[in-house]
Structures are given as C-alpha cells and as structure tokens.
T-cell receptor
Framework: AQSVTQLDSQVPVFEEAPVELRCNYS??????LFWYVQYPNQGLQLLLK??????LVKGINGFEAEFNKSQTSFHLRKPSVHISDTAEYFC?????????????FGSGTRLSIRP | DGGITQSPKYLFRKEGQNVTLSCEQN?????MYWYRQDPGQGLRLIYY???????QKGDIAEGYSVSREKKESFPLTVTSAQKNPTAFYLC?????????????FGPGTRLTVL
C-alpha cells in the first residue's frame, strides 16, 4: 500500500530565507507525485507535479521539487520565501498502474513566515 | 469563470440529523471526489465518482452517502450514522480518472455538530 510521510508538521522561517519541505513516500510501484498548497479556510491548489521526464519540477510561485527515486523523496524548495507563502502544504502520491484515480495525501506541513 | 462551488460554507447540525453538502463543477470534468480534512491528518477520501451514475467508496465511507445523477453535481449526505462528523469537507474534480490528472478543489464546507 502507498503512504506519504511529511516529516515536519510545522516549519517556521524568516522572510526571504530559503525553505525546504520534506516528503517521503512508500510504494512498491511507480508513482506520480504532487504538491498542493492550502491557504487558510480555502481548498487546495496544485503547486506542481511529477509525471515523467526531468526529475526537477518547477511549479507556480517560485517553488520547485526534485524527485529522487532511490531515496523515495519529493522535497519542495523555494530559494526565498515571502509572507504570502504562509499556508499549509500537502505532498501526495498516486499509483501509475492502478485503474482507480485515487491519490494519497500526506498530513501536511504548515509553513509560517516571520518578517 | 470555470470552477467548483461548494455550499454552504458553514453548516451546523444537531445530532441525529442528516445533512447534504452541495458540490457543483462547470469544468466538464468526468471524475469527482469528496474528502474529509481533520487537523493534523491531511485529507481522507470519502467517495469518488469516475462517471455519471457510478461511484465508489473511499477509505472512510461509513456514515456517508453520495449520488452522481448529473456530470456537474456530486452531493454528499452526512447521515446520523457518522459518529464524528465535525470536520472540513472538500470536493474536487479532475478531467478523467487518470492517475496523473490534477485535482481541482472547491472552497470547502465546514460542518459542526452541536
């Protein structure tokens, strides 16, 4: 069975500092990987996703993530954060080979930006 | 503008009552989903539908029911059998049921049981 582990429930950083949000997954098959962002009291919005090809994926708002198959990781990074990046971030995985369309979400990482 | 709407934004229910949460999309997506979000637990799948008049249970379907009579609509009923229904409920849709498709989310409904 698939699972997703987000190692940090909260990450505080200063404005304009770099940030990395960690995500590890467990799966016996090939996967698709996603990062979603949720602003307070709103739905989720896709930041980026890995389907195939280059392991470095660039997304919206200056975020990027790198797929590392050997370490089963998909960490999210941004070189310089802004106050507006304050939100909860969810890593998610889905099975390439499954006939169903379900994806499994991690428990989320709350990013708080200090001025 | 295309998107997903959920109503109401806030809902209060007395114990023993059934309530129905609305989800409508005008994106012409085939697949629709209902998730429950609790603090610190991420999103858990309740039900999903890959096509009109068909739906499947997710990981936590007990105490919930759905229908998919129209492509645009996927209402969720929280029944009195759901032991702890207070949560944030999110509806989503995707073009097909392809595993790599982006899911588009509505703004959510916050349900509180009094």
């Amino acid at each position: 069975a698939q699972s997703v582990t987000q190692l940090d429930s909260q990450v505080p950083v200063f404005e304009e500092a770099p940030v990395e949000l960690r995500c590890n997954y467990s799966s016996s098959v090939s996967v698709y990987l996603f990062w979603y962002v949720q602003y307070p009291n709103q739905g989720l919005q896709l930041l980026l996703k890995y389907l195939s090809g280059s392991t470095l994926v660039k997304g919206i708002n200056g975020f990027e993530a790198e797929f590392n198959k050997s370490q089963t990781s998909f960490h999210l990074r941004k070189p310089s954060v802004h106050i507006s990046d304050t939100a909860e971030y969810f890593c998610a995985v889905s099975d390439r080979n499954s006939s169903a369309s379900k994806i499994i979400f991690g428990s989320g990482t709350r990013l708080s930006i200090r001025p | 503008d295309g998107g997903i709407t959920q109503s109401p934004k806030y809902l209060f229910r007395k114990e023993g009552q059934n309530v129905t949460l609305s989800c409508e999309q005008n994106l012409n997506h085939d697949a629709m989903y209902w998730y429950r979000q609790d603090p610190g637990q991420g999103l858990r799948l309740i039900y999903y539908s890959q096509i009109v008049n068909d739906f499947q249970k997710g990981d936590i379907a007990e105490g919930y029911s759905v229908s998919r009579e129209k492509k645009e609509s996927f209402p969720l009923t929280v029944t009195s059998a759901q032991k702890n229904p207070t949560a944030f409920y999110l509806c989503a849709s995707s073009i097909k049921s392809f595993r790599g498709d982006t899911q588009y989310f509505g703004p959510g409904t916050r349900l509180t049981v009094l």
